[in-house]
């Protein structure tokens, strides 16, 4: 069967969710840097600890319970919802972004006893709109670029000294289940950052993921 053509922003396309959590169950929550930031505000929380207590695959999806539900899931429904990451805010909807950076959209597909409502009153920009995903593909963007200007980098090292590719490739294999990379943790990095350059703190989150990626970019904290 073929693949569903793609959507774009204008495409007709309403989704209204019932709060049945059905799609909090059983998903693999990827997280950045800012998402982990935004659910350690809701929490009242550093980064270092929603990373260590909520998080699993080195730092970069969220922990699920016995029961394959979401760690934030509750009886009320989602615990973090102002903070929700993308994904859950996308849903059911997947977000896709090509070599040349255009944008794409999927239908992901709905769980068989969905109560979610789905109709093509409106459009999937509007619908974006909606679940305030603005500040959260800002982050995404922002953070590919950064992976993929380090990317170049580190091929341009390898290229030039090939011995050099043994400590890239320990490097990336070092994060193991129940370690988490230093340079996930946005408050620490930005912490140790802003104290050697004598920089205020970051007034907002925003400001907060400006400076971790600045940071990451010139070699973080020396």
Known sequence: MAEPARRVRDTPFAYACHRCRRCCHDKRIHVNPYEVARLARNRALSTTDVLERYTTAAGTELQTTDTGACVFLTDAGCGVHADRPLVCRLYPLGRHIDTDGGETFSELAPHPETEGVYSLFGTVDAYLEAQGVRP????????????TRLSARLSEA??????VE?????????PTEGTIPEWLDLDRVVEAWRRERDLPPPATIEDAMAMHIEALDHGGPR
């Open 158 to 163: 390898v290229q030039a000294d090939p011995e």
């Open 166 to 174: 043994t400590d890239v490739r320990a490097a990336l294999d070092a």
């Open 136 to 147: 959260f593909t800002a982050a995404a963007d922002r953070y590919l670029e950064l992976i």
